[in-house]
């Protein structure tokens, strides 16, 4: 069974940065081909970035060049770092393997992008 737990998330100004964690429990961590996604208010879950076990990366069309997503299997922890944000990257940001599983997903992290 595997738990995780995201935090980072925060109200940042427009063009404002934020690093996101989400820390995962479980021996299984290294296996999973871990993701970040996000939902705002009245969309669909939509993902965001995916690191697969060796350390390789996509994004979103939206999110290249301003999100990176890495990885830490030592501390069993995803991260997303977010430069440049905007207010429509207003949302509540989870992570979860990919594909995604039910029954790992959390609680998410709120990040709020708001003059």
């Known amino acids: 069974q595997v738990q995780l737990v995201e935090s980072g998330g925060g109200l940042v100004q427009p063009g404002g940065s934020l690093r996101l964690s989400c820390a995962a429990s479980?021996?299984?961590?290294?296996?999973?081909?871990m993701a970040w996604y996000r939902q705002a208010p009245g969309k669909e879950r939509d993902l965001v970035a995916t690191?697969?076990?060796?350390?390789?990366?996509y994004y979103a069309d939206a999110m290249k060049g301003r999100f990176t997503i890495s990885r830490d299997n030592a501390k069993n922890t995803v991260y997303l770092q977010m430069n440049s944000l905007q207010p429509e990257d207003t949302a509540v940001y989870y992570c979860?393997?990919?594909?995604?599983?039910?029954?790992?997903w959390g609680q998410g992290t709120q990040v709020t992008v708001s003059s």
């Open positions: 690191i697969t076990q060796g350390g390789s990366t």
């Open positions: 479980g021996s299984i961590f290294k296996s999973l081909r």
């Open positions: 979860n393997d990919q594909p995604p599983l039910v029954r790992y």
